[in-house]
């Protein structure tokens, strides 16, 4: 737990700030997402070592708190960035790699309630959009993009970049001259 949150602290300064040590403070004090993230290490420790109880209650008062939902037993790695975290749900059985960014509305989960276990495997150095979900037992490659709005629902290799789907025939529309009078 001490190493990530120390990683997570160190990628944080090199992000924002340079080294300016008062970011560290305000993140704690003011960021949802940095926040969110402190509290998943803590919930997660809790949750690894068996103690029962604190780990959910820990997990859920950060949702209270922070608006951000991760299960105690996800698997974080470090240098994880939530921006704008709200409405953000990672499912129990989702593992992350690390240095990875989700914005806000991401949802890491499963597919249905009896495929529970059915959950997503990010690699290192992913990048996941404004309301973009990743459902079921996919792996995500590293250094992958996914854009806003996208749903993966299969695997997707490294390197790879996964936008939504635009339909075509509105924007024509839309460019379209306007009608003779």
């Not at 969110?36 to 820990?58: S, T």
Request: glycine fraction near 12%; proline fraction near 6%; aromatic fraction near 4%.
């Amino acid at each position: 737990m001490w190493k990530n949150l120390k990683a997570d602290t160190r990628r944080l300064r090199e992000i924002k700030t340079k080294g300016a040590p008062w970011y560290v403070i305000e993140s704690l004090l003011l960021e949802n997402g940095y926040q969110a993230v402190v509290l998943h290490r803590i919930a997660h420790w809790f949750k690894a070592h068996g103690i029962p109880v604190l780990g959910p209650l820990i997990a859920r008062s950060n949702h209270f708190l922070t608006g951000v939902d991760i299960a105690s037993a996800a698997k974080i790695g470090p240098g994880l960035r939530i921006a704008h975290g709200t409405g953000l749900v990672i499912g129990n059985a989702v593992e992350i790699g690390s240095d990875c960014l989700l914005m806000h509305g991401v949802t890491l989960g499963a597919p249905t309630l009896s495929r529970i276990g059915d959950m997503p495997k990010l690699g290192d150095r992913v990048t996941i959009g404004a309301q973009a979900s990743v459902i079921g037992a996919v792996a995500i490659g590293d250094d992958v993009f996914i854009g806003a709005h996208a749903l993966v629902t299969r695997d997707v290799p490294p390197g790879s970049r996964v936008l939504a789907r635009v339909d075509l025939e509105v924007l024509e529309r839309r460019d379209a001259a306007p009608p003779a009078s």
